[in-house]
């Protein structure tokens, strides 16, 4: 797959993890009777991480290509790499974004 649209899947994927983790877990917290804005903007700030890890596919083909990369002086894969974790950061950073503004930011 060309890098330009294995980034942009990458970039909306972790996006789609951070908004739909924390949309339907604010619907489960309404079937609970939890405040869902609560809900929603404490599952935002714990699933960062994880929405970086699975718009990446799982950690550990990523750090396989690094090494290899880095072993083999594969200069071009590690620097993809890099721009793929980037792009992934960005896209939950923007989805994160996103659910502050529908909640009325952090409380």
Do not use: D
Not at 58 to 75: A, P, R
Request: glycine share 12%.
């Amino acid at each position: 797959m060309p890098f330009e649209k294995k980034f942009v899947i990458i970039f909306f994927t972790a996006m789609g993890v951070m908004l739909g983790a924390a949309l339907i877990g604010s619907l489960a917290a309404v079937m609970v009777r939890e405040p869902p804005l609560a809900t929603m903007l404490r599952l935002a700030r714990e699933i960062r991480i994880w929405a970086v890890v699975a718009a990446l596919g799982g950690t550990f083909s990523t750090i396989e290509i690094l090494e290899s990369g880095l072993l083999k002086g594969e200069i071009t894969a590690v620097i993809k790499q890099i721009f793929y974790i980037a792009g992934a950061m960005a896209g939950t950073h923007l989805g994160h974004l996103m659910i502050l503004a529908v909640a009325g930011g952090e409380k």
